[in-house]
């Protein structure tokens, strides 16, 4: 059996090798879905990204440069997308949230999963509440694997403000932690 690594797939990609994209995407598909979810509030929304940034990532692989790292050129790509649909749609239906999460929580324990499924709602309420612009740097930074370097790139914005956002974002999230588990 042949084990074909990222970097092979990446470059059949970039070569216009349609079969190597499914599996390629398939390694990024959780972090993907989870960022778009968590950034777009509603999984309708989510999708739609989701959907939009594979036809943009596959449109713009020709471009890719090899040099750059792909999961950030990748969160790139879907974090502008959904930036861009968040200018066009109504900032309410975008942000809308929605209590039903689909994520798998790894575990046959019914007891854990009820564990993890509570703790993923309370975070993910936790993170709605963050400005948008503290949203987006936590979310990138977290399901995107992304440096601040990079997330400032792809928001362009400098470099100290994607720092001070993320530093507000966690200083945040601390805070509405210890209120939601101090109740």
């Not at 939009?52 to 440069?65: H, N, S």
């Not at 109504?90 to 999963?113: A, I, Q």
């Not at 703790?119 to 440096?147: C, W, Y």
Request: hydrophobic letters at 40%; one cysteine or more.
């Amino acid at each position: 059996m042949i084990n074909i690594t990222e970097d092979n797939l990446i470059q059949k990609c970039s070569k216009g090798d349609a079969d190597a994209f499914a599996p390629l995407m398939k390694i990024y598909r959780q972090r993907l879905f989870s960022y778009l979810f968590k950034l777009c509030g509603n999984r309708i929304t989510a999708e739609d990204q989701f959907q939009e940034t594979l036809i943009k990532v596959w449109r713009a692989f020709p471009k890719y440069d090899e040099r750059n790292k792909f999961s950030s050129w990748l969160f790139s790509i879907a974090h502008n997308s959904a930036m861009d649909a968040l200018r066009k749609k109504n900032l309410h239906e975008f942000l809308e949230y929605n209590e039903e999460s689909e994520f798998e929580t790894g575990t046959d324990d019914p007891h854990m999963e009820l564990i993890n499924s509570e703790a993923h709602k309370i975070i993910s309420r936790a993170v709605d509440q963050l400005p948008i612009k503290q949203r987006e740097v936590f979310l990138l930074r977290v399901n995107g694997e992304m440096t601040f370097k990079e997330i400032a790139e792809a928001t362009k914005e400098p470099l100290n403000t994607v720092i001070s956002h993320m530093h507000y974002s966690v200083k945040k999230l601390r805070k509405i932690l210890r209120q939601e588990y101090a109740e």
